[in-house]
């Protein structure tokens, strides 16, 4: 249990990091699907 | 702050409704509803012009007369004088010495705090300022000629105030930090030092052009002050809108390394608390290793970590202007650097807020206690009566001071978004770009209000 509880502590970032993370990700998405649209064009 | 021996929040939180990382996320959306309704709702740019109201001639000539400015910076030099005073004759105990909460406390947060509601109050008690004003005014009057100075190199912008801001910090925790004490005496040395450097740059490009780049504690509250609604022109006292006056603040080269230095510093603070600990040791035992002495291997770590933080911000913005950058029409990489690190301020201020608020609200009570009775902390004067009194710490609760962090946070950075809509609007008239721009400037939001929300949490968990 003890382990896990450490583990589960030095991954606690994690949880903050997601935020960041679906954001990031939604913009490069759409700024990669906006560049392929681009020179298709 | 480690110098004090209390921390930013003096218990742990009681339970709170949901676990502190759902804040995080609820701040997110917080922030990402925010961006949308500025792309529906605000299409044209509203913070470019000032729109001044100047207030009335008697008000202006009381406020800011030469008999006011005297009084002032006689204040300023009086209260710099009791501090240098308290600090190399008083006692070593930190907390009960006047000198260090005064001028890490007192006016290291307060002059931040009221200066954002109400524009630059350290500039009329700049003691440094109403020094180098008065040599100056000596010296015409002996030589009937105004003082030569040399002219100011442009490039070198606000650097010297952003370094300078760093090596405060450095001072403030660093050097005081794991059992090496900043002693009060070390500050006031410290202060003796700054002054003489202060007053010699003052007299080599004059008073007004250091206060602009160069001297930390002008370029640094006056940032703050920015964000207030009063400021002065052409001698006259002036109302203007909240915010306003920040869109013109970071024109000179090395302002974003000031906010950005503002924002890494404090950091810095909360992460070496709890965030980097781990980290922090690894490399300390590394360097303590290769036979470098205890305390220097502290302090090395410590700076490499902070310059870690420094390096960290910096990049995330530069990310999202780099990505601004993509958008069809954006202007200069250098244009949009220094053109959008004035949306860093309130995040600066947030994250002063939420690191410091606790800090301040039980140090204030210090100071206006038992520290004003007994400035030198020798227990032989009662000035005001106060000397016997302590610190109400029940006066915050943990979960309060957790509230009020994470409103601060989500807050500071809601502002900066809006400032940052605000100007992507000048560079893209087209509102459709201009939100497409900003999408960047989210990312960047949302990653500092994360961030700064898991610093607390692990700092005060």
Redesign the interface.
């Known amino acids: 249990m003890l382990l896990y509880a450490h583990v589960g502590h030095?991954l606690?970032?994690l949880?903050?990091?997601?935020?960041?993370l679906?954001?990031?990700g939604a913009?490069v998405k759409?700024?990669i699907s906006q560049r392929r649209a681009e020179r298709q064009d | 702050m480690s110098f004090l021996p209390l921390a930013h929040a003096l218990s742990a939180r009681e339970d709170l409704p949901v676990p502190a990382w759902l804040f995080a996320w609820a701040a997110s959306i917080v922030l990402i509803v925010s961006f949308f309704a500025l792309a529906a709702g605000w299409r044209s740019p509203r913070y470019e012009e000032l729109r001044e109201r100047p207030l009335g001639e008697g008000l202006s000539r009381a406020l800011l007369g030469l008999p006011a400015q005297i009084v002032c910076g006689l204040v300023g030099v009086f209260l710099l004088g009791v501090a240098v005073y308290a600090g190399l004759e008083g006692t070593a105990a930190p907390d009960r010495n006047f000198a260090l909460t005064f001028l890490f406390v007192t006016c290291w947060l307060g002059f931040p705090f009221f200066s954002a509601i109400l524009g630059d109050l350290f500039r009329p008690f700049n003691p440094w300022r109403a020094v180098g004003r008065a040599v100056g005014a000596g010296f015409g009057l002996i030589a009937g000629q105004r003082p030569a100075h040399l002219p100011y190199p442009e490039k070198l912008g606000r650097w010297p105030a952003a370094i300078g801001l760093l090596a405060v910090v450095w001072l403030e925790v660093i050097y005081g930090s794991g059992g090496v004490i900043l002693e009060p005496e070390t500050a006031a040395i410290a202060t003796l030092f700054y002054t003489a450097y202060t007053l010699a740059m003052m007299g080599v490009f004059g008073v007004e052009k250091w206060c602009e780049r160069g001297e930390v504690f002008s370029v640094y509250f006056g940032m703050f002050g920015r964000l207030g609604i009063f400021g002065t022109r052409d001698g006259r006292l002036e109302r203007r809108r909240l915010f306003s006056a920040a869109t013109s603040w970071a024109t000179v080269p090395g302002s974003a390394a000031v906010v950005i230095a503002s924002i890494a510093t404090t950091s810095y603070d909360g992460a070496s608390e709890g965030a980097f600990q781990d980290p922090m040791e690894s490399v300390f035992e590394w360097i303590a290793d290769a036979g470098i002495g205890l305390t220097a291997s502290l302090r090395i770590t410590e700076t490499l970590f902070l310059l870690l933080c420094f390096g960290g911000v910096a990049l995330v913005y530069l990310l999202g202007v780099r990505g601004m950058r993509t958008v069809p029409g954006a202007p200069s990489l250098s244009r949009l650097r220094s053109g959008f690190a004035h949306t860093l301020i309130p995040i600066a201020l947030a994250y002063l807020v939420a690191h410091y608020f606790s800090l301040f609200v039980f140090q204030e009570q210090a100071q206006f206690t038992y520290l004003l009775s007994d400035p030198l902390g020798t227990g032989t004067t009662d000035l005001f009566g106060t000397a016997s009194s302590g610190v109400d710490y029940t006066i915050l609760s943990a979960n309060a001071i957790w509230y009020v962090q994470v409103a601060a946070l989500v807050v500071g950075h809601v502002i900066g978004l809006m400032l940052a809509h605000d100007r992507a609007l000048v560079y893209w008239p087209d509102y459709r770009k201009a939100t497409a721009s900003q999408y960047w400037m989210l990312a960047v939001m949302v990653a500092f209000t994360c961030f700064g929300l898991y610093l607390l949490s692990v700092a005060n968990g």
């Open positions: 030095q606690i970032w949880l903050y990091a997601i935020p960041v679906i954001v990031s913009i759409s700024f």
